[in-house]
């Protein structure tokens, strides 16, 4: 079966992520337990996120459930999300931005390499750790 959301690579410190189609909350559940198990044993790492065709997410669902971010938002350094801008407020409304304790940026679909260069500088927090 299709997954709307999968871990496609996970290359020194960057996790990249693919999510497609309509999000469905089950699939967000195992993606976020996967990269949760990458996460813990891996230590402080980037996130991008890669929306390709995507539709939006699914109605119902436990999408309240913060379990995730209250165990790995330690081991998350940023979070580059690229997408379609029809879909940028939504996106950094559903992934907390301005209220994790790391930066969350919205980079349009064209502009990947952008989006890889940002999550690769340095940030205040990392060059002083």
């Known amino acids: 079966m299709f997954m709307s959301a999968e ?22 559940a195992a993606l976020q337990q996967a990269v949760g ?3 813990g044993k891996q230590g ?5 996120i890669l929306t390709e065709a ?3 997410w699914q109605r119902g669902g436990a999408w ?11 081991h998350i350094e940023k979070m580059a999300i690229v997408g379609d801008r029809k879909w940028e407020d939504f996106a950094l409304m559903f992934a907390s931005k ?3 304790r790391f930066p969350i ?5 064209a502009e990947i390499a952008r ?6 500088e340095a940030t205040p927090e990392s060059s002083s750790s």
């Open 105 to 109: 940026e919205y980079f349009p679909s």
């Open 7 to 28: 871990i496609i690579e996970n290359s020194g410190n960057t996790l990249t992520v693919r999510i497609s189609g309509l999000l469905k909350q089950p699939d967000l």
């Open 98 to 100: 301005g209220l994790r």
């Open 54 to 56: 995507f539709e939006g």
């Open 64 to 74: 309240g459930d913060v379990s995730f971010s209250a165990e790995h938002d330690k």
């Open 37 to 39: 198990d990458i996460l």
């Open 115 to 120: 989006a890889r260069r940002w999550l690769a």
């Open 44 to 48: 402080k790492t980037r996130l991008l």
